[in-house]
Nanobody, 125 residues
Framework: VQLQASGGGLVQAGDSLRLSCEAS????????MGWFRQAPGKEREFVAA????????YYGDSVKGRFSISRDTAKNTVYLQMNSLKPEDTAVYYC???????????????????WGQGTQVTVSS
């Protein structure tokens, strides 16, 4: 599975942005897909994840209530809608897919098998 992330850019605080992650093949129903981010000098951080089958969603504490993850099964694409952006949201955002994710591992990058190339999101104050 190859993942292609897009949609990053430079925005102002309070603005919205939508990231997309298209999979080269249809994810199996057992897959989960997630977004992680990494700011300079910081560790990679879990942002959000979604189960391909059923659509259950999971969020990191820092984005809960502002970000929303969704999927379009017809397009093999996962979206990350980011609202009320803050300067601390500035990072490279990566999409990832995992074939054996369970509830307890959805937030751990070690359990994802496939990664996209990353897209830069910069939020100015």
């Amino acid at each position: 599975v190859q993942l292609q992330a897009s949609g990053g850019g430079l925005v102002q605080a309070g603005d919205s942005l939508r990231l997309s992650c298209e999979a080269s093949t249809r994810p199996f129903n057992s897959f989960g897909m997630g977004w992680f981010r990494q700011a300079p000098g910081k560790e990679r951080e879990f942002v959000a994840a979604i189960r391909w089958n059923g659509g259950s969603t999971y969020y990191g504490d820092s984005v809960k209530g502002r970000f929303s993850i969704s999927r379009d099964t017809a397009k093999n694409t996962v979206y990350l809608q980011m609202n009320s952006l803050k300067p601390e949201d500035t990072a490279v955002y990566y999409c990832a897919a995992g074939s054996r994710l369970i509830v307890s591992t959805m937030r751990s990058d070690r359990h994802y098998d496939y990664w996209g190339q990353g897209t830069q999101v910069t939020v100015s104050s």
